[in-house]
């Protein structure tokens, strides 16, 4: 596996690209306000998995703010 980074598909913005060492895309990691969300069909089972619009893959998000000082 390998990231690389790729120009978001619909706003530009910079993600990571998940890749086999094949270049095969499994999932993309973007950043959120609050942390990451990891965006991949791949995903199935995880205590966080959500869908963020039935059209799209599964997520999850990661939200590295919870318990930070302000």
Request: proline share 9%; no cysteine; aromatic share 8%.
């Given at each position: 596996?390998k990231?690389?980074?790729?120009?978001?598909s619909?706003?530009?913005s910079?993600?990571?690209?998940i890749r086999?060492?094949?270049?095969e895309?499994?999932?993309?990691v973007?950043?959120?306000?609050?942390?990451?969300?990891?965006?991949s069909?791949?995903?199935?089972?995880?205590?966080?998995?959500?869908?963020?619009?039935?059209?799209d893959?599964p997520?999850?998000?990661i939200?590295?703010a919870?318990?930070?000082?302000?």
């Amino acid at each position: 596996m390998k990231l690389e980074t790729a120009p978001h598909s619909q706003n530009g913005s910079t993600v990571f690209e998940i890749r086999t060492d094949s270049g095969e895309l499994v999932g993309v990691v973007y950043p959120s306000p609050r942390g990451v969300k990891i965006v991949s069909k791949y995903i199935t089972n995880h205590d966080y998995l959500f869908v963020i619009d039935p059209d799209d893959p599964p997520a999850v998000l990661i939200d590295l703010a919870t318990g930070m000082g302000k």
